[in-house]
């Protein structure tokens, strides 16, 4: 008992000198002057990174915890469910509320409803969870709008989709580091109750770590009139310029423009000037088309975050959910270092069919794996295998989402990363409320489904915006 505590401290130990070594290190570089993009990218990524490292264990790991610890098992995905639909709803007020605080400061405050949320369950008190989840749910939205809006006045057109790789890479550390601790941590058949509370204080303390180092973020720089960032240090507000338009012409034909011309700006008048924006943008034939891949990251972030790591735990042993997750890790690092280049060296096209590819395999394995007859029983290293690939294939959708609204909408963000969030965490919610009763042949048909439609509508995107690019006049219109 003392040795398995002793490991435990250790492990506690490591865990939060790692984060904060990580601040230390990176102020340094700040005493250094380096780029203030480069800087506040790298440094929200160290963040989220331990924020994540605690929220992306717990949601692989909780329907299995409470089904052991309180003998509920869909509690778990009931949780799961709250988080998403409120998450989904909450991301039309989101830019607004971003707008009045700033990104700065709604980042950090946004990131406390992560702590609360891991720190209910300690009391593994079945209100108090559900409380704590649909608070979360409305905290991740506005979370994620900052979040785009930050990533987007620190970077460029010619080095977002680079960025937006490096950002995929280090917030999916987390899946490395939690499911370590989750593997080494974690034995036998069941999770006893005590080893359960003790894995979710490690946790708790990686989240506030995590909130701390959102901290020490600097402004972002203001968008100059071209939608790019300039030099001159503003308040976190002044990210939220929205271009003046036509209300029939789209809003790609007026943020693209590559040139000495410059952009009519104006400051929204306050929360409710947004709010019509997040809706009238919501129609635009851009963001329908790109809705159809958001959808779909949002039942594949259902499936290889919960579900599938609730199967491994289900077939194999609860312990081999932390080797699902540092596979699933592995796949979405490699992937966000490999896309984020390749779609500046190919097109963002080229990476949604990759992720397209990657899968098409995932799921043909998963079927073979689990549900035909090939096999006498699974082999948990193909199922490891299979967790590598759907790693591997989100990060491509998403890099290449990522990289397409903060070029799409420069000038806009706060309000595409909202939609975003609306249409990816909706559909999540929707499929975690009927995960419980539908087969498996039936969720990947669902997804294979999904997965068609979503990679045509992000390629009839890209290709309008290639298309734009390449006239001579700029991004113009297309009809």
Same mark, same amino acid.
């Given at each position: 008992?003392?040795?398995?505590?002793?490991?435990?401290?250790?492990?506690?130990?490591?865990?939060?000198?790692?984060?904060?070594?990580?601040?230390?290190?990176?102020?340094?570089?700040?005493?250094?002057?380096?780029?203030?993009?480069?800087?506040?990218?790298?440094?929200?990524?160290?963040?989220?990174?331990?924020?994540?490292?605690?929220?992306?264990?717990?949601?692989?790991?909780?329907?299995?915890?409470?089904?052991?610890?309180?003998?509920?098992?869909?509690?778990?995905?009931?949780?799961? $469910? +709250?988080?998403?639909?409120?998450?989904?709803?909450?991301?039309?007020?989101?830019?607004?509320?971003?707008?009045?605080?700033?990104?700065?400061?709604?980042?950090?405050?946004?990131?406390?409803?992560?702590?609360?949320?891991?720190? $209910?369950?300690?009391?593994?008190?079945?209100?108090?969870?559900?409380?704590? $989840?649909?608070?979360?749910?409305?905290?991740?939205?506005?979370?994620?709008?900052?979040?785009?809006?930050?990533?987007?006045?620190?970077?460029?057109?010619?080095?977002? $989709?680079?960025?937006?790789?490096?950002?995929?890479?280090?917030?999916?550390?987390?899946?490395?580091?939690?499911?370590?601790?989750?593997?080494?941590?974690?034995?036998?058949?069941?999770?006893?109750?005590?080893?359960?509370?003790?894995?979710?204080?490690?946790?708790?303390?990686? !989240?506030?770590?995590? +909130?701390?180092?959102?901290?020490?973020?600097?402004?972002?720089?203001?968008?100059?009139?071209?939608?790019?960032?300039?030099?001159?240090?503003?308040?976190?507000?002044?990210?939220?310029?929205?271009?003046?338009?036509?209300?029939?012409?789209?809003?790609?034909?007026?943020?693209?423009?590559?040139?000495?011309?410059?952009?009519?700006?104006?400051?929204?008048?306050?929360?409710?000037?947004? /709010?019509?924006?997040?809706?009238?943008?919501?129609?635009?034939?851009?963001?329908?088309?790109?809705?159809?891949?958001?959808?779909?990251?949002?039942?594949?972030?259902?499936?290889?975050? !919960?579900?599938?790591?609730?199967?491994?735990?289900?077939?194999?042993?609860?312990?081999?959910?932390?080797?699902?997750?540092?596979?699933?890790?592995?796949?979405?690092?490699?992937?966000?270092?490999?896309?984020?280049?390749?779609?500046?060296?190919?097109?963002?096209?080229?990476?949604?069919?990759?992720?397209?590819?990657?899968?098409?395999? !995932?799921?043909?394995?998963?079927?073979?794996?689990?549900?035909?007859?090939?096999?006498?029983?699974?082999?948990?290293?193909?199922?490891?295998?299979?967790? /590598?690939?759907?790693?591997?294939?989100?990060?491509?959708?998403?890099?290449?989402?990522?990289?397409?609204?903060?070029?799409?909408?420069?000038?806009?963000?706060?309000?595409?990363?909202?939609?975003?969030?609306?249409?990816?965490?909706?559909?999540?919610?929707?499929?975690?409320?009927?995960?419980?009763?539908?087969?498996?042949?039936?969720?990947?048909?669902?997804?294979?489904?999904?997965?068609?439609?979503?990679?045509?509508?992000?390629?009839?995107?890209?290709?309008?915006?290639?298309?734009?690019?390449?006239?001579?006049?700029?991004?113009?219109?297309?009809?």
């Amino acid at each position: 008992i003392l040795s398995f505590k002793f490991v435990n401290i250790v492990v506690c130990c490591c865990s939060s000198s790692f984060f904060f070594d990580c601040t230390i290190r990176l102020l340094v570089v700040r005493a250094m002057k380096v780029d203030r993009g480069a800087y506040n990218v790298v440094l929200h990524g160290f963040g989220f990174m331990a924020l994540f490292t605690a929220f992306q264990t717990s949601g692989g790991f909780q329907t299995t915890v409470l089904k052991d610890t309180m003998h509920k098992p869909d509690l778990g995905n009931i949780s799961l $469910s +709250i988080i998403y639909v409120l998450f989904a709803f909450g991301n039309f007020l989101s830019p607004g509320l971003v707008y009045v605080g700033g990104t700065r400061l709604m980042m950090v405050l946004s990131a406390s409803g992560y702590g609360l949320f891991i720190a $209910s369950i300690l009391s593994l008190n079945q209100p108090l969870i559900l409380a704590a $989840s649909a608070w979360l749910g409305l905290s991740a939205a506005v979370l994620w709008t900052a979040q785009g809006s930050f990533l987007t006045t620190n970077t460029t057109s010619e080095n977002r $989709s680079v960025f937006s790789g490096i950002f995929w890479a280090q917030l999916q550390c987390s899946l490395l580091i939690g499911n370590l601790m989750l593997y080494f941590l974690i034995g036998g058949e069941t999770v006893e109750r005590e080893t359960a509370l003790f894995f979710y204080r490690i946790l708790t303390g990686v !989240a506030i770590g995590g +909130i701390v180092i959102l901290c020490f973020t600097l402004p972002s720089t203001p968008l100059k009139k071209n939608g790019e960032p300039s030099t001159e240090e503003v308040g976190d507000a002044s990210s939220l310029v929205v271009p003046v338009v036509n209300e029939k012409e789209s809003a790609v034909e007026i943020e693209f423009i590559h040139g000495e011309s410059e952009l009519e700006v104006w400051k929204p008048q306050g929360a409710l000037d947004l /709010f019509k924006d997040v809706l009238k943008m919501m129609v635009e034939k851009e963001m329908l088309y790109l809705s159809l891949a958001i959808m779909y990251s949002g039942l594949e972030l259902t499936f290889f975050s !919960a579900n599938y790591p609730t199967l491994i735990g289900n077939v194999f042993r609860p312990k081999d959910i932390g080797l699902s997750g540092i596979s699933v890790g592995c796949g979405e690092i490699l992937g966000g270092l490999l896309f984020g280049r390749l779609g500046k060296w190919a097109s963002l096209s080229a990476v949604v069919m990759c992720g397209l590819f990657v899968h098409t395999c !995932a799921y043909i394995l998963i079927f073979i794996n689990f549900e035909s007859n090939v096999f006498d029983s699974p082999y948990l290293s193909i199922a490891l295998g299979i967790s /590598f690939f759907l790693g591997l294939g989100d990060s491509a959708f998403n890099t290449a989402l990522y990289s397409s609204l903060g070029t799409l909408y420069t000038a806009r963000s706060s309000q595409a990363f909202g939609l975003f969030k609306f249409f990816q965490s909706g559909m999540a919610g929707i499929a975690f409320a009927y995960t419980s009763q539908v087969p498996l042949s039936y969720k990947l048909l669902i997804l294979g489904i999904a997965m068609l439609f979503g990679s045509f509508g992000y390629v009839v995107v890209d290709r309008r915006m290639r298309k734009m690019a390449s006239s001579n006049t700029g991004y113009n219109k297309l009809e």
